[in-house]
């Protein structure tokens, strides 16, 4: 138990410096977002806004996938080979990693942005990747 709970320690450290960019970035953008004197109406103003953070939001977790597929991490964490060859997209590769290495389903969703419906649903799709990579020895 100790030596998961280590893996998953430091996983998250892995992951800090692409979260910390992230919530940079986003602060930086909120602060810059136009003042709706740019908008006709609220509504355009919020759809422009939502359009701003759904497009951070896919390079947050861009970089995430690239984080988890890097040499050095992928040394330190050598099943993230088999997933990344999985043919699945990369937000799904991502779930199934961080399902796969012991990851509750709340904290994987807080950490790639997503709600916890949509991990379970994604777990419950790819139950048998999950299975087959992380039942395996080293």
Same mark, same amino acid.
């Given at each position: 138990?100790?030596?998961?709970?280590?893996?998953?320690?430091?996983?998250?450290?892995?992951?800090?410096?692409?979260?910390?960019?992230?919530?940079?970035?986003?602060?930086?953008?909120?602060?810059?977002?136009?003042? &709706?004197?740019?908008?006709?109406?609220?509504?355009?103003?919020?759809?422009?806004?939502?359009?701003?953070?759904?497009?951070?939001?896919? $390079?947050?977790?861009?970089?995430?996938?690239?984080?988890?597929?890097?040499? &050095?991490?992928?040394?330190?964490?050598?099943?993230?080979?088999?997933?990344?060859?999985?043919?699945?997209?990369?937000?799904?590769?991502? !779930? !199934?990693?961080? !399902?796969?290495?012991?990851?509750?389903?709340? &904290?994987?969703?807080?950490?790639? $942005?997503?709600?916890?419906?949509?991990?379970?649903?994604?777990?419950?799709?790819?139950?048998?990747? !999950?299975?087959?990579?992380?039942?395996?020895?080293?």
């Amino acid at each position: 138990m100790k030596s998961r709970n280590k893996k998953l320690l430091e996983f998250r450290a892995t992951l800090c410096s692409v979260m910390t960019d992230y919530f940079s970035d986003i602060m930086e953008t909120a602060r810059n977002l136009p003042r &709706e004197r740019n908008t006709q109406d609220t509504v355009a103003y919020q759809s422009y806004s939502d359009g701003v953070f759904d497009d951070k939001t896919g $390079l947050y977790r861009d970089s995430i996938y690239v984080a988890l597929t890097s040499d &050095e991490f992928i040394r330190h964490y050598p099943k993230m080979r088999k997933v990344a060859e999985l043919p699945y997209p990369p937000f799904d590769k991502c !779930i !199934i990693f961080m !399902i796969g290495i012991g990851l509750e389903p709340n &904290e994987t969703a807080k950490m790639l $942005l997503t709600d916890k419906r949509t991990v379970m649903t994604i777990k419950s799709k790819r139950k048998k990747a !999950i299975q087959q990579i992380f039942r395996e020895k080293n």
